[in-house]
């Protein structure tokens, strides 16, 4: 397994060294990945690339990505991008230089993903991990982490959203996220691309950490000293969390919507094919469920989840045949139930029966089935 180790720096020539050294002592006491160690620099005045250089020359596994500062944000993407593609990363692992996280714990993150989890995070937030900030940095992050990132933006997955330090499954995981879509220059970055993450994977997994004090150096990013970038990262924090909530809540609406359109039509074909065409009762219970899918399959590839849509004959057909394979337990249900129903009831009662075996059978089926799915399939969701 080839693991990609990423290091941001900015002004950072006291720690870059002990970083590089420490990454090259963690890959020699886990033979069993293979470890290649990239730090991404924006250009540092200070000669911190200069410094990674003079270890390239002499560490093949070690590399430099060095281009303009364009912040946090963009320059981490320009690394998971430059570890996926020219280091051919199956497993990447973004963290600071300045030893707040301990890199020594890559490993324990490493075992995690060798049992099966895709996003493993260093997490200051579970029992066992903690964070030493000042009472300032304490509020921020209770804002950006907890309130903005958990309740407002809803994600739930894990509970540390800020952190860099974490481990990412490439394969399945990270190369489905459309890194383009992370367009932002703070440290929401890290926020957005778990989000992200998360319409790919529901497998996180947090190690606790310990976040301590910086090492040698200054703050590059976020403090008193910087405000207008403080503010500037802030209100970008304020803006993704809430594009995150209406991107939620829009899709949920489309969801209901297209489940409201695939009951009409199922109504109005079992009304159809039982009253008007007098077809045998279990065929038309079939038949017009059958419909209510094909048109949910159909408005929800085209307009709830256009983003991902599928396109291509063959592949709408595989997935097409997916959605009924997933759907054949409720057109049973629907079939047998309104069937029984119906020759207990009277055919009067049709249209009473469809609301009640939709709402008290078929949507509790189709939620176990949808949580049951997601759990066994990891990076897949169907
Ligand atoms: N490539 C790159 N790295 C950056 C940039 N800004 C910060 N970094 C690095 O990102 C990591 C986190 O930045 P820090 O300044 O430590 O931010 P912080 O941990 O919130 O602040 P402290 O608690 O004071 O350390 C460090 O390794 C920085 O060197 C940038 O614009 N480009
Ligand atoms: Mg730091």
Redesign the pocket.
């Given at each position: 397994m080839r693991v990609v180790a990423i290091?941001?720096?900015?002004?950072?020539k006291e720690?870059i060294g002990p970083m590089l050294e420490a990454w090259l002592k963690i890959a020699k006491e886990n033979p069993k990945y293979k470890f290649e160690i990239l730090n991404?620099?924006?250009s540092s005045p200070d000669g911190t690339g200069e410094i990674t250089k003079k270890y390239s020359q002499k560490y093949k596994n070690i590399h430099l990505l060095s281009g303009p500062?364009?912040?946090?944000g963009r320059?981490?993407i320009n690394g998971y991008r430059y570890a996926i593609e020219k280091l051919k990363a199956d497993v990447v692992i973004p963290i600071?230089?300045?030893f707040?996280f301990d890199p020594f714990l890559a490993p324990k993150l490493l075992q995690k993903i060798d049992e099966g989890y895709d996003v493993v995070v260093a997490s200051r937030r579970v029992p066992g991990g903690r964070d030493y900030f000042n009472w300032f940095?304490k509020l921020t992050n209770f804002v950006s982490d907890t309130l903005l990132a958990y309740y407002w933006a809803g994600i739930k997955e894990v509970k540390d959203h800020n952190g860099?330090f974490k481990a990412i499954r490439v394969k399945r995981v990270l190369d489905k996220v459309d890194l383009g879509k992370l367009d932002v220059t703070g440290?929401v970055v890290n926020m957005k691309i778990i989000y992200e993450l998360s319409k790919v994977t529901k497998k996180f997994y947090e190690v606790p950490a310990i976040f301590g004090?910086?090492k040698a150096g200054?703050?590059?990013?976020?403090?008193l000293k910087s405000l207008n970038w403080f503010l500037k990262y802030i209100f970008e924090y304020i803006l993704q969390a809430t594009k995150i909530r209406l991107e939620r809540s829009a899709q949920f609406f489309k969801f209901a919507v297209v489940g409201f359109i695939g009951y009409l039509i199922n109504a109005s074909t079992l009304q159809l094919f039982a009253a008007r065409l007098h077809f045998s009762e279990w065929l038309s219970w079939g038949l017009s469920t059958e419909m209510a899918i094909i048109s949910n399959f159909t408005l929800n590839n085209l307009w709830t989840f256009k983003i991902k849509k599928i396109s291509g004959l063959e592949n709408v057909i595989k997935k097409f045949l997916q959605f009924n394979g997933t759907s054949a337990g409720a057109l049973l249900i629907q079939t047998i139930a309104g069937t029984i129903g119906t020759s207990i009831f009277g055919p009067q009662y049709r249209q009473l029966l469809l609301p009640f075996i939709v709402a008290f059978m078929v949507l509790p089926y189709n939620y176990f089935m949808y949580t049951r799915v997601i759990w066994r399939k990891s990076g897949e969701k169907s």
């Amino acid at each position: 397994m080839r693991v990609v180790a990423i290091i941001m720096t900015y002004n950072e020539k006291e720690n870059i060294g002990p970083m590089l050294e420490a990454w090259l002592k963690i890959a020699k006491e886990n033979p069993k990945y293979k470890f290649e160690i990239l730090n991404v620099d924006g250009s540092s005045p200070d000669g911190t690339g200069e410094i990674t250089k003079k270890y390239s020359q002499k560490y093949k596994n070690i590399h430099l990505l060095s281009g303009p500062r364009q912040g946090m944000g963009r320059e981490l993407i320009n690394g998971y991008r430059y570890a996926i593609e020219k280091l051919k990363a199956d497993v990447v692992i973004p963290i600071d230089v300045d030893f707040q996280f301990d890199p020594f714990l890559a490993p324990k993150l490493l075992q995690k993903i060798d049992e099966g989890y895709d996003v493993v995070v260093a997490s200051r937030r579970v029992p066992g991990g903690r964070d030493y900030f000042n009472w300032f940095r304490k509020l921020t992050n209770f804002v950006s982490d907890t309130l903005l990132a958990y309740y407002w933006a809803g994600i739930k997955e894990v509970k540390d959203h800020n952190g860099l330090f974490k481990a990412i499954r490439v394969k399945r995981v990270l190369d489905k996220v459309d890194l383009g879509k992370l367009d932002v220059t703070g440290f929401v970055v890290n926020m957005k691309i778990i989000y992200e993450l998360s319409k790919v994977t529901k497998k996180f997994y947090e190690v606790p950490a310990i976040f301590g004090k910086r090492k040698a150096g200054q703050t590059t990013t976020v403090g008193l000293k910087s405000l207008n970038w403080f503010l500037k990262y802030i209100f970008e924090y304020i803006l993704q969390a809430t594009k995150i909530r209406l991107e939620r809540s829009a899709q949920f609406f489309k969801f209901a919507v297209v489940g409201f359109i695939g009951y009409l039509i199922n109504a109005s074909t079992l009304q159809l094919f039982a009253a008007r065409l007098h077809f045998s009762e279990w065929l038309s219970w079939g038949l017009s469920t059958e419909m209510a899918i094909i048109s949910n399959f159909t408005l929800n590839n085209l307009w709830t989840f256009k983003i991902k849509k599928i396109s291509g004959l063959e592949n709408v057909i595989k997935k097409f045949l997916q959605f009924n394979g997933t759907s054949a337990g409720a057109l049973l249900i629907q079939t047998i139930a309104g069937t029984i129903g119906t020759s207990i009831f009277g055919p009067q009662y049709r249209q009473l029966l469809l609301p009640f075996i939709v709402a008290f059978m078929v949507l509790p089926y189709n939620y176990f089935m949808y949580t049951r799915v997601i759990w066994r399939k990891s990076g897949e969701k169907s």
